[in-house]
């Protein structure tokens, strides 16, 4: 279902697409106007996302690096923490990773990503990420601009996918309709 935005108040809405070309009342400053395309919602990509990875005594996971998959209708490189145990995430860098997915020509066109309202955060299984190291691998890309910035050579990519000990998998997702320009997220990282 379309998610939409009242004009007035910016709230936001789900709509069926059969109400599209409907008088529609927004539940909240009670806006009467006619449901149409320019209503649906564009998010905004915060500037900045900033994770902070914690250890089940609240301290930053420090131990070894670990890998960070982000979504948002594109898959991003994986991201590698830091030794402070935190990643950050630029617009700069959802652009590069949007860049990539174009460029391999999957799609026909580049769609209106700004429709999307979740980007999804999330540490892989060791397993899981094993099988996906191994499909990127198979896809029979060369490296991308953006995963060459970040890792050099496909054999360095394929191995920033798969952490040093398995964990147990954890997951997030940002609502671009209620977050700031600059987000931050705490992760627990706990290994097996």
């Not at 250890?55 to 996971?61: A, L, R, Y």
């Amino acid at each position: 279902m379309p998610q939409c935005m009242c004009p007035n108040c910016k709230t936001p809405f789900p709509a069926r697409s059969s109400e599209f070309g409907e008088n529609h009342c927004c539940t909240s400053c009670g806006l009467e106007f006619k449901l149409d395309v320019v209503h649906l919602a564009r998010n905004q990509l915060p500037n900045t996302i900033r994770i902070q990875l914690r250890d089940t005594d609240g301290n930053p996971f420090t131990r070894f690096s670990v890998p960070v998959l982000v979504g948002y209708g594109y898959q991003f490189p994986p991201l590698r923490s830091d030794k402070r145990g935190q990643v950050l995430i630029t617009k700069n860098m959802f652009m590069k990773a949007q860049r990539d997915e174009v460029a391999t020509g999957i799609m026909d066109h580049r769609g209106d990503y700004s429709l999307n309202r979740f980007i999804h955060i999330r540490v892989p299984q060791q397993s899981e990420a094993i099988a996906i190291s191994k499909a990127r691998l198979g896809s029979q890309w060369h490296i991308l601009d953006f995963e060459k910035e970040l890792y050099g050579d496909m054999n360095s990519l394929i191995a920033a996918y798969v952490p040093e000990q398995d964990i147990v998998p954890v997951e997030i997702s940002v609502d671009l309709s209620k977050a700031d320009n600059d987000v931050e997220l705490e992760l627990l990282v706990k290994t097996l």
